[in-house]
């Protein structure tokens, strides 16, 4: 009885095997039958950003003694900012003040770092102004000297440029994108004698949005905030049947 279990089994595992690759290798023959060639389109379209930022860091220096005072004055500063901000078009919506920072000031001990003794206090307020009009947001990056007339001195000023518009255009860039896939596949089949047909598979890259003419492109994407006249590029890849 054991031998003929035995026998059984094989019998079935043999047939099983013979069926496997019966049903693989008819696959792959009819896989062979359509012949496929991939190329990959790419679209480029300039836009105009229509958000601006500008972001400011404003410090001032405290001792153990003034803290209070100093605090005082960096609310003074933060008002004299909103009202110089109000004669440029700028309204409260679009002023953002950050929490104050206060951050401990360590006695430094030469050759020997800084002891825990904190001798004083940085006082950092941080400020971020939003506006669709980048106009005003131009405008308000080129005053620094009327910020120094009103005692506002900035640690660092950053300006920046979104184009908020980038869902709305994606499909409409890989629809071009595919379109100019078709043409290429077209003239590379035109060599060969041999007609596009129908795309059979497709995949999208990513999106890149970079200052006009740079090369300085990313595998995961870009997004360029520097400068507010923008270039957004895409590919698609996309296989085609050949006939």
Same mark, same amino acid.
């Given at each position: 009885?054991?031998? $003929?279990?035995?026998?059984?089994?094989? /019998?079935?595992?043999?047939?099983?095997?013979?069926?496997?690759?019966?049903?693989?290798?008819?696959?792959?023959?009819?896989?062979?039958?359509?012949?496929?060639?991939?190329?990959? /389109?790419?679209?480029?379209?300039?836009?105009?950003?229509?958000?601006?930022?500008?972001?400011?860091?404003?410090?001032?220096?405290?001792?153990?003694?003034?803290?209070?005072?100093?605090?005082?004055?960096?609310?003074?500063?933060?008002?004299?900012?909103?009202?110089?901000?109000?004669?440029?078009?700028?309204?409260?919506?679009?002023?953002?003040?950050?929490?104050?920072?206060?951050?401990?000031?360590?006695?430094?001990?030469? /050759?020997?770092?800084?002891?825990?003794?904190?001798?004083?206090?940085?006082?950092?307020?941080?400020?971020?102004?939003?506006?669709?009009?980048?106009? $005003?947001?131009?405008?308000?990056?080129?005053?620094?000297?009327?910020?120094?007339?009103?005692?506002?001195?900035?640690?660092?000023?950053?300006?920046?440029?979104?184009?908020?518009?980038?869902?709305?255009?994606?499909?409409?860039?890989?629809?071009?994108?595919?379109?100019?896939?078709?043409?290429?596949?077209?003239?590379?089949?035109? /060599?060969?004698?041999?007609?596009?047909?129908?795309?059979?598979?497709?995949?999208?890259?990513?999106?890149?949005?970079?200052?006009?003419?740079?090369?300085?492109?990313?595998?995961?994407?870009?997004?360029?905030?520097?400068?507010?006249?923008?270039?957004?590029?895409?590919?698609?890849?996309?296989?085609?049947?050949?006939?």
């Amino acid at each position: 009885m054991d031998k $003929k279990t035995i026998l059984l089994t094989v /019998g079935i595992l043999s047939v099983a095997i013979v069926v496997g690759l019966f049903i693989h290798g008819y696959e792959m023959g009819v896989r062979s039958q359509v012949k496929g060639l991939t190329v990959t /389109g790419s679209v480029k379209k300039n836009v105009t950003a229509d958000l601006g930022k500008w972001s400011a860091s404003f410090t001032s220096r405290a001792d153990l003694s003034n803290l209070k005072n100093v605090l005082a004055s960096s609310e003074a500063i933060k008002t004299k900012l909103s009202n110089y901000l109000k004669t440029l078009g700028i309204e409260d919506k679009d002023i953002t003040f950050l929490t104050v920072q206060i951050n401990s000031i360590y006695e430094q001990i030469p /050759g020997y770092g800084q002891s825990q003794n904190i001798i004083g206090y940085n006082v950092v307020q941080n400020v971020k102004v939003q506006n669709s009009d980048i106009l $005003k947001i131009e405008k308000l990056a080129s005053q620094t000297k009327d910020l120094l007339n009103l005692g506002i001195v900035p640690d660092y000023q950053t300006t920046e440029y979104f184009y908020t518009k980038i869902n709305d255009l994606r499909p409409e860039l890989f629809a071009d994108a595919t379109k100019d896939a078709a043409l290429r596949a077209e003239a590379i089949a035109k /060599g060969t004698g041999s007609k596009v047909g129908k795309p059979i598979s497709a995949r999208t890259g990513v999106v890149q949005i970079l200052p006009p003419n740079s090369v300085d492109v990313s595998d995961y994407g870009a997004y360029d905030l520097s400068t507010k006249e923008k270039e957004v590029s895409a590919t698609v890849s996309v296989t085609f049947e050949l006939k």
